[in-house]
Every structure is written in structure tokens, then in C-alpha cells.
């Protein structure tokens, strides 16, 4: 067995114990590491890490830029016409306070949502990546 056998064995093995795509998604999702699922994926809100502690994967070079974003307006968006219903029926008797409600209630889901998609979105590049990277 030759010495490029080795390497090639070795970069086998470490493909087949790395993640299935759902559950490298899921490993966005909350915020963790796509590849092990240790360490944290955001070193702030919305900054990503450059490189895991715990497997060294690199993150540098994937960006999400304004998909996260614009998937984060569409399912707020998509969920803004029922909420503004559910207030305003709640509210019936105040139109300020139940526009309140509703602009805090929508404030809220998209800043909850916007990291979980960018991490998901994160996962997802690196996961294509990798794939590209195993058939070449
Ligand atoms: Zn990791």
C-alpha cells in the first residue's frame, strides 16, 4: 500500500463520518457547527465563525449574503396577514395597541428567525461544497 493509498483512505474516512445533509441543516439551524455540531457557528448574532474549535472546518468562505434575509421577509411575510388578523381581533377594542402587538410580534419572529436561516443556509453551502468537492 502506497503512501497516496493512505491519503486517499484517510480523506475517505473522514468523508463517510461526516454529516447527512439533514442533519448538517439541523446543525444550522441551531446555530452549531454543520460538520460536528460542538461548537458554535456565530461568534455574534449574525457573524459566523471563521473556523470550528472543535473539527477546524473552514467557514470563511461561505457566504450567505441577502438569502438569508430575503427568505427570512418571505415566511415573515407569508405569516404577517394572519398575525395582523389574530391581534386585531384580540385588540378589537384598541387599533394602537393591537398594531403594537402586532409590530413587536413581527420584530420578534424576525429576529428569532434570521439566524436559524442563515445558519441553515450556511449548512447547506457547505454541504454542496463538500459534495462538489468528494466528485471532482
Ligand atoms: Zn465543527
Known amino acids: 500500500m502506497t503512501y497516496l493509498d493512505n491519503n486517499r483512505m484517510a480523506g475517505q ?3 463517510e463520518a461526516r454529516p447527512a445533509l439533514q442533519v448538517a441543516l439541523a446543525r444550522g439551524l441551531v446555530g452549531r457547527c454543520p ?5 458554535r457557528l456565530f461568534r455574534a448574532y449574525l457573524k459566523q465563525v471563521d473556523h470550528c474549535a472543535s473539527c477546524g472546518e473552514n467557514y470563511s468562505e461561505i457566504e450567505s449574503d441577502d438569502a ?9 411575510g407569508v405569516l404577517a396577514a394572519p398575525l ?11 387599533f394602537i395597541v393591537a398594531m ?3 409590530l413587536l410580534a413581527l420584530t420578534l419572529l424576525t429576529l428569532v428567525l434570521l439566524p436559524r436561516i442563515k445558519g441553515s443556509l450556511i ?14
Open 13 to 15: 474516512q473522514r468523508n
Open 35 to 39: 460538520n460536528c455540531g460542538r461548537e
Open 68 to 76: 438569508a434575509p430575503w427568505f427570512t421577509m418571505l415566511i415573515v
Open 84 to 94: 395582523y388578523f389574530i391581534f386585531q381581533g384580540f385588540f378589537a377594542s384598541n
Open 100 to 102: 403594537i402587538c402586532f
Open 123 to 136: 449548512a447547506a453551502f457547505w454541504y454542496s461544497r463538500r459534495a462538489s468537492h468528494r466528485v471532482s
